[in-house]
């Protein structure tokens, strides 16, 4: 499911002519964001039940370059949940269905009061099982990758 579609800002262009290191990790963050508010966590939902999510892990990898100006749409595939957590992988592409890079992450749900994990209020609860789950054989080949240096 595309969960997200941008362009390449001019102030994500760094000195090399294309998309900098970082502003990859940033369009993966907007994405999270985007997820946020299709479950029903955008700045009322959050406000509304005390609660938001927070990244605990990421793994992304780059594939492609991207350069100023370029469409880019991010696919989201959620790999696993439970009741605070969520497992996804998100793949970003350009125009043309290139793929770009890519970035696995784990997700916590925080109480926003408490400052703690806690169990996704109801109605967000609703609007993530209703997430399209990937099944352990559909997974992306990218998908639980360790960072390692082959021998």
């Known amino acids: 499911m595309v969960i997200l579609e941008s362009r390449v800002a ?4 760094d000195y090399n002519g294309h998309m900098n290191d970082a502003e990859y990790a940033r369009v993966f963050s907007l994405a999270v964001d985007a ?7 955008d ?3 959050r406000t509304r039940h005390c609660y938001t ?4 892990e990421t ?3 780059y594939r492609r370059e991207a350069h100023e100006g370029q469409p880019l749409s991010v696919e989201l595939a959620l790999l696993d949940r439970d009741t605070k957590r969520l497992h996804v992988f998100f793949k970003l592409h350009d125009e043309e269905g290139n793929l770009l890079a890519t970035s ?17 209020p ?15 054989s559909d997974w992306p080949e990218l998908a639980g990758r360790t960072i390692a240096i082959r021998r």
Do not use: K
Request: hydrophobic share 45%; proline share 11%; aromatic share 6%.
């Open 10 to 13: 001019s102030n994500w262009v």
């Open 35 to 41: 997820l946020m508010e299709h479950v029903g966590l």
């Open 43 to 45: 700045e009322p939902g």
């Open 53 to 56: 999510i927070y990244t605990l």
């Open 59 to 61: 793994h992304l990898c």
């Open 104 to 120: 696995e992450q784990m997700l916590m749900g925080m109480d926003s009061d408490s400052g703690r994990p806690a169990p996704f």
């Open 122 to 136: 109801t109605p967000v609860e609703a609007a993530v099982a209703a997430l399209p789950l990937a099944s352990p």
